[in-house]
């Protein structure tokens, strides 16, 4: 006679990435892919199989957004967004995704890009050019909050760079 244990034998998946290795547990007895946590171990430089990889090192990338005034765009709308993606990709960036104003809708101008950039925590805003702020210049109650970047001229409004 055969006793059923309420304890659930242990399963162990390793997924090897170059520079790594992503281990999944899981005790479930029924669904194979339910892991109950997951480790992430990193090998110096050597990989399962022992193969060197010089180039496999996990960085963190920071956050940026895009932000463009339809009205100042115009149809040049598409291809100022994929100037910003280009740019904030060369300069190191995970761009999370363009924010669109339009004023007439009649809400505050920043206050999307604002709540974005909160809950993503992202760390610039990339512009097509300072024309799509009011006043063409970069407003300081944004960029004491993120760097703001713009594409042409290509320049960089530096949080860390304006006195406390």
Do not use: C
Request: glycine share 6%; aromatic share 10%.
């Amino acid at each position: 006679m055969i006793e059923e244990s309420d304890e659930a034998t242990p399963r162990t998946r390793l997924f090897q990435f170059p520079g790594g290795v992503l281990e999944l547990q899981s005790s479930s007895p029924d669904a194979a892919d339910d892991y109950g946590g997951f480790f992430l171990q990193l090998n110096d430089s050597t990989a399962i199989d022992g193969h060197d990889d010089q180039r496999a090192v996990m960085r963190y990338t920071p956050t940026a957004l895009g932000y463009l005034r339809t009205d100042v765009s115009g149809v040049s709308q598409q291809w100022d967004e994929s100037e910003i993606r280009r740019l904030a990709a060369r300069y190191g960036y995970d761009l999370a995704g363009i924010i669109p104003y339009d004023p007439a809708s009649g809400r505050p101008p920043f206050a999307r890009l604002k709540a974005q950039a909160t809950r993503l925590d992202a760390e610039a805003v990339f512009v097509p050019s300072l024309e799509h702020f009011e006043e063409r210049e970069a407003p300081s109650s944004l960029v004491q909050r993120l760097d703001v970047v713009t594409v042409h001229p290509e320049s960089t409004y530096s949080r860390r760079a304006l006195p406390p």
